[in-house]
């Protein structure tokens, strides 16, 4: 299957830089990758966000088929991992869109942003506002805690794994409220990032929820290094920042655990390479130079099938000795020789992939406790999220229903809402025949 020409040439339409910043502090990477590895164990996260947990609401809007409530709560993440959000982003805002006459039982879905979703009108509009007038349904929509005030601040790549992190604790916030406010059923939705990132959530819920995610898959890696969006990542800066630091080899790839499989057909054809999990030695660097060459022209990164995995990518630049100087952003000078060396792009791509999957890949999280309530929508021809591979959602959470459209993402988006809100209402009934009574 081909990718979207319409895709193509709307990414080649936009000028924006993603990860301008580069990878984010090295002690944030080392907090979040330890946080992960709580926040992707169900039964490790029972406690962390308390059923009695405040949430408050602020104002309430009048329309004419729907109330609009305006709320806000305190992220959970700032209490678990303090000082990692923002200052703006550690008020967490939300809008719940309630309509005045339900038809058949107080069922809320929550729908979690997409790229460059800022603010609610989007998802209200697309969303929420026909789903009270087709279903009765009513909706909470949850600002990302990257996009306050219309502003995106994704700057590092670190970013976007704290932005997880806080949405799966307040959307877990969210879920426990709606249940003590007596609203039944509940599920969960996203289109694109949003729908990423509303799959983390349920896999921290302990119950059986319905989950619509459209237009998105099993991890973010691929979307960054293979996808169209990836020519939008500034490799410059990340690959000046990981030749010119050791901290990323030395000590934050050691954290790494790396699930999914790669194909690296540009390398081996049609041959799909399986590598055990396996960890980088002293004594291995120390393999001769002729054998690493060997090695590195061989693998792009390192690739594996289980689900619980090591991952450490070979480094060769120790190597190299080279004297010419460079200035960096912050002033200081270091051997340009270090941003030159011609496996450095190809190193950094692996690293992306590592750390991606460390904290985005679903098999390192809880399998959600029935992934049969799980409608997935996908795009036929989507070059923003490339599904070659990588495990798919069906081989990590068997039972999972998935549905594709023709076209690509972009196509997709803007004329197929209609079949994303079918997908919920699915979902919704699929729930109340198998659990009439869980609430």
């Known amino acids: 299957m081909g990718v979207s020409r319409l895709d193509v040439f709307y990414r080649r339409l936009l000028l924006t830089k993603l990860f301008i910043g580069g990878w984010g502090k090295p002690e944030d990477l080392k907090r979040i990758f330890e946080f992960r590895k709580v926040i992707g164990d169900r039964e490790k996260c029972k406690t962390l966000v308390p059923n009695d947990y405040p949430v408050y609401i602020d104002k309430i809007e009048e329309h004419p088929d729907c109330h609009i409530h305006n709320g806000y709560f305190i992220s959970p993440l700032e209490n678990l991992v303090p000082g990692i959000l923002p200052p703006e982003a550690v008020k967490a805002r939300f809008q719940f869109i309630v309509p005045k ?26 969303m929420a506002r026909p789903m009270i007038k087709e279903a009765g349904m009513a ?22 794994f704290v932005m997880g992190g806080a949405l799966i604790l307040e959307s877990t916030v969210l879920l426990r409220w709606l249940e003590r406010e007596g609203y039944w059923p509940l599920g969960m939705t996203g289109i694109s990032m949003g729908g990423y990132m509303a ?107 289980s689900t619980s995995i090591r991952l450490i990518p070979l480094r060769w630049h120790k190597s190299l000795r080279l004297h010419e100087k460079e200035t960096l952003q912050d002033g200081k000078t270091v051997d340009s020789g270090k941003c030159c060396r011609p496996s450095l792009h190809r190193e950094s791509i692996s690293f992306m992939k590592g750390v991606m999957d460390e904290c985005t890949h679903m098999a390192n999280f809880s399998v959600p406790v029935d992934p049969s309530l799980i409608i997935v929508v996908q795009a036929k021809e989507d070059a923003y999220i490339p599904r070659a591979g990588v495990l798919s959602l069906q081989e990590i959470w068997p039972g999972c229903e998935v549905r594709y459209l023709s076209g690509g993402h972009i196509s997709a988006y803007l004329f197929k809402q209609s079949v994303f809100r079918q997908a919920i209402y699915d979902a919704f009934n699929r729930f109340c025949l198998k659990y009439p009574n869980l609430q």
């Open 199 to 305: 799959s983390l959530a349920v896999t921290n819920w302990p119950k059986p929820i319905p989950l619509i995610p459209c237009l998105s898959w099993s991890t973010a890696s691929s979307v960054f290094t293979t996808g169209v969006l990836s020519k939008a990542v500034n490799w410059t800066e990340l690959e000046k920042q990981y030749a010119i630091n050791s901290v990323y080899e030395t000590e934050i790839i050691k954290l790494l655990e790396y699930c999914g499989v790669c194909r690296h057909s540009s390398y081996i054809g049609t041959i799909q390479l399986h590598v055990k999990p396996f960890l980088v030695s002293n004594s291995l660097l120390c393999l001769s130079l002729k054998v690493i060459n060997m090695i590195k022209n061989l693998y792009l990164c390192l690739c594996c099938v």
């Open 101 to 126: 006459k339900w038809q058949k039982n107080r069922p809320v879905c929550i729908h979690l942003a997409g790229t460059g979703d800022h603010f609610f009108w989007r998802r209200r509009t697309l």
């Open 139 to 160: 909706s909470v929509l949850l600002e990302n805690p990257y996009y306050i005030l219309l502003r995106s601040s994704l700057k590092n790549v670190s970013d976007l």
